[in-house]
Each structure stands twice: as C-alpha cells, then as structure tokens.
C-alpha cells in the first residue's frame, strides 16, 4: 500500500468516527424538521412565601398602605381590614377581617344550599 492509500483510508476512518459526534450536538428537531428551542431555565422551585415579617420592612408590627403594595390581594382589603382606619393594619385587624370574610363566605355557601 503507498501512502496515498493509507492517508486515504486514515481521513475515511477519522470521518466515520467524528461523525457520530457531529450529530450529537445537533439541536433536537420537532416532527415538523424544525428545531426546538432549548428548554426555558424557569424555575422549578415554589415561589417563596411571603410573610408579615417580609412586609413590614419599617418592623413596626403593622403593615401599611405602601408595605402592601407588592401583595395585591392585601393591598385591595387594606382599607376594610383596617378596622380603625389609621393606615396601619395590625395583625389582629387582619386576623379579624379574615375571620369575618370566612364567616360571610361561609354563610353565603349555606344560603344558596352548596357545601
């Protein structure tokens, strides 16, 4: 065999063997040909909860208007849950106002026959 022939053969077997690597890092293709995207890196975790604490970042022991505004269902019954309308709401106050809102929702369940 002369030289030829063996680099020949030498870039045929190189080529045989790199090939299968070059298609692994291809990119998936959908059924249609097209390909996919690469999977989105959104969490997979919960979202972190939040508590009183978390809100009240002047730590008086009650929330205002403005310490609510990143909880919008909070930020909506402030100032129902705000029992002596003095822009504070309390802990208690919210306890109450959940309590009664429970109550009610509870009544109203019972009025139109549904458990």
Do not use: C, R
Request: proline share 6%; charged share 25%; hydrophobic share 40%.
């Amino acid at each position: 065999m002369n030289n030829a022939s063996k680099l020949s053969g030498l870039i045929a077997l190189a080529a045989a063997v790199a090939m299968p690597m070059a298609f692994a890092q291809t990119a998936p293709t959908t059924d249609d040909g097209m390909q996919s995207a690469p999977p989105s890196a959104a969490p997979t975790a919960e979202p972190k909860q939040v508590t009183w604490a978390d809100l009240d970042t002047d730590k008086d022991g009650a929330l205002s208007k403005e310490e609510v505004t990143t909880v919008p269902a909070l930020a909506q019954v402030f100032d129902d849950a705000d029992a002596d309308a003095d822009g504070k709401l309390t802990a208690d106050e919210y306890k109450a106002h959940a309590q009664t809102t429970n109550a009610d929702a509870g009544a109203a369940e019972s009025d139109d026959g549904s458990q």
